[in-house]
């Protein structure tokens, strides 16, 4: 179990491969699914595994983002929080790439980046910031849990979506909080707000808010806001 493995932030790495990726959120205990294709982190994944098999996951800082899709090879300044993974999961594909699973562990603050030899990035991390990261459903008793069900139903309805309710009404505060953070539509600066949510009611009410205002923009004359 992940949560056996790390029990303080003293069986973290001091130091970790980064994978810059914009728009995609981890938290810890969520699973992020990537298709690694290019070589340079083709080549972090076997390092990984041979490795901590730990990936941390970061978001180029704002137009960053940009230059780093025009350039593959471009370097863009990084957000300075992100959240590390474990390796859970690999499979290799007919076709040179990697199917792989991280698992959230805690997220980080990057300190620097290491003049590394490797074809992919590496920084120094300090995980004291977000220590209780590695405390399950911590936080979990102050989530204002009927507000943000009643805001996830009006948003499916308002989208024509289904979801497994019995699935959700059985999921715990923070795997529902965090899981609906990650697979949620929002764009790069909301998901790092997210991200650095200081408590999980922090980011339960930031992806209540979001999900607000998205539902205001979807029907400006309805009043969508839960009491």
């Not at 993974?85 to 790439?97: K, N, V």
């Amino acid at each position: 179990m992940i949560n056996d493995r790390y029990q303080s932030i003293a069986d973290l790495p001091a130091s970790i491969p980064v994978f810059p990726l914009a728009g995609v959120l981890l938290l810890p205990r969520t699973q992020l699914p990537l298709n690694i294709f290019e070589p340079r982190y083709l080549k972090m994944v076997d390092d990984a595994m041979r490795g901590e098999r730990i990936i941390g996951m970061v978001q180029p800082d704002g137009d960053a983002a940009i230059a780093a899709s025009q350039d593959p090879d471009a370097k863009p300044k990084l957000c300075s929080v992100g959240c590390a993974g474990r390796l859970t999961s690999w499979t290799e594909t007919h076709d040179d790439r990697v199917l792989i699973t991280l698992t959230g562990v805690a997220r980080f603050r990057i300190t620097s980046e290491l003049d590394a030899t490797t074809p992919y990035r590496i920084c120094t991390v300090d995980w004291s910031e977000y220590e209780n990261d590695l405390t399950p459903d911590f936080g979990a008793e102050e989530v204002s849990r009927d507000a943000l069900l009643a805001v996830l139903k009006t948003y499916l309805e308002t989208h024509g979506l289904q979801a497994d309710w019995r699935t959700i009404k059985q999921s715990a505060n923070e795997a529902l909080v965090n899981s609906l953070s990650v697979i949620s539509p929002y764009g790069p600066r909301e998901k790092q707000a997210l991200l650095e949510a200081r408590t999980l009611e922090d980011r339960n009410q930031m992806l209540i808010a979001l999900t607000e205002v998205a539902l205001q923009q979807a029907s400006p004359t309805t009043d969508t806001t839960v009491q």
